[in-house]
């Protein structure tokens, strides 16, 4: 009966230190938005784009420009966010949304990056 006890406790003791590493792995990595935030989050910030993100031919406000200029010096998280599920389920459109940075004039938008199969104009 102790060796059966014993031979729970050991693999109980594997399992719990296995779930510890990959816990700690996953704790560690950075997405594409960085460590502290995900594109899901950081889309809520585009709020002011919306129009502009379903409508190629509605206005770009300021409030607008100003989110995706700070989301742009991280092309890879732009480009998370425009493809997000919060996206999505706001109904952007993504070939619509790539267009928004250059209808902001933005002179250091990421010109060419590759967005899923999208690419930044």
């Given amino acids: ?5 014993m031979k ?15 816990g700690f792995a996953a704790v560690d ?11 899901d989050r950081e889309a809520f910030k585009l709020v002011p784009c919306a129009s502009a993100a379903q409508d190629e031919n509605a206005a770009v406000s300021s ?4 989110q995706v ?3 742009g010096q ?3 998280c732009l480009c998370a966010v425009m493809l997000s599920n919060t996206a999505k389920s706001s109904g952007v459109k993504p ?3 790539m267009s ?5 004039n933005l002179a250091d938008r990421p010109v060419g990056y590759k967005c899923g199969a999208y690419t930044l104009p």
């Fill in 8 to 22: 729970s406790c050991i693999c109980l003791v594997v399992f719990a230190v296995f779930l510890g590493i990959s």
């Fill in 63 to 66: 409030q607008c420009c100003a």
């Fill in 1 to 5: 009966m102790a060796a059966v006890s």
């Fill in 95 to 97: 070939e619509v949304a």
């Fill in 74 to 76: 991280n092309p890879a």
């Fill in 100 to 104: 928004i940075p250059k209808r902001c």
């Fill in 69 to 71: 200029k700070k989301l």
């Fill in 29 to 39: 990595g950075a997405g594409e938005c960085g460590k502290s935030t995900t594109p």
